[in-house]
């Protein structure tokens, strides 16, 4: 005599719909893959008395996305990977017309629950996007607001690159981070030669002053450049900042021929 299937135990069958998510993601850890391997080795099955197996999550997530379940803002790859393995599992070559997605009560009493599985499951949702990268003029505005940054406007000793420059230079010691605001500077032939920082520290006992990074002048909106300062050791108690014309790629002493931008710290 066959009697009725038995009730499946609904949160095992949840948490092993979860963890095929993540599986299909790319998201379990080594103890989700054990606890996995373990519930797939329990044979759970729906209500029907249907054995739930990680193929059966791949189709069903295929199935829902074809029938139209799928968020706006999905991405375009993990759609069309999903798609992919929908279609071989149901026989389907890509780009093909896809068959009317069949009726709900032949996938068992478990799709509406693996429907809220494949929304949670896509990992877009549960991890909320990347806040987008602050752009330097952000960065040194930032930087700006803090009690100890110093601004300290530009100046041109004379050479002719830096006739007509203007700008400042924010910096801030305790954080060891600073910036330039350059406006009408010479731009440069980056194969012929790029300007270089120096930051010229009156705490230190060396003669030579701190390397502060390579850069070439590329003005943004408004004409003017914000360019992070990389100071190559720390620095103690900066007293002036100046750029000089190196060749390529800059140099280690710099014999400061041509300095088309001073920033003197008063007091």
Do not use: C
């Not at 990992?123 to 996007?129: N, V």
């Not at 003669?207 to 390579?214: A, E, S, Y």
């Not at 620095?235 to 790629?249: D, L, Q, S, Y």
Request: proline share 8%.
């Amino acid at each position: 005599m066959t009697g009725k299937p038995a009730q499946p135990d609904r949160a095992k069958v949840e948490r092993l719909l979860g963890l095929l998510a993540d599986e299909a993601t790319g998201a379990l850890t080594r103890d989700e893959r054990v606890e996995l391997d373990t519930l797939l080795a329990e044979r759970l099955t729906d209500e029907h008395g249907r054995v739930i197996g990680e193929d059966d999550m791949h189709r069903v997530a295929g199935e829902l996305i074809a029938a139209g379940v799928e968020r706006e803002q999905m991405p375009a790859h993990v759609r069309s990977a999903i798609l992919a393995r929908a279609a071989r599992e149901r026989g389907v070559l890509p780009g093909a017309a896809t068959p009317a997605a069949p009726r709900a009560r032949d996938w068992g009493g478990w799709v509406a629950a693996a429907a809220a599985v494949l929304i949670a499951a896509l990992g877009w949702l549960r991890t909320p996007p990347a806040p987008p990268t602050p752009t330097p003029e952000q960065l040194a505005a930032a930087l700006e607001a803090d009690a100890e940054t110093v601004r300290v406007p530009w100046t041109s000793p004379g050479d002719p690159a830096g006739a007509g420059a203007s700008g400042e230079v924010l910096w801030n010691n305790r954080l060891q981070r600073g910036f330039m605001r350059i406006s009408g500077l010479a731009k440069n032939d980056r194969t012929v030669e790029q300007y270089q920082l120096w930051i010229i520290d009156s705490g230190r006992s060396e003669p030579q002053p701190v390397d502060g990074g390579v850069f070439d002048f590329e003005p943004g909106a408004g004409g003017t450049a914000v360019i992070p300062i990389r100071a190559a050791i720390t620095v103690r108690t900066p007293a002036a900042f100046a750029v000089t014309v190196e060749k390529p790629g800059g140099v280690v002493v710099s014999k400061q021929e041509r300095v088309p931008l001073l920033a003197q710290i008063k007091g």
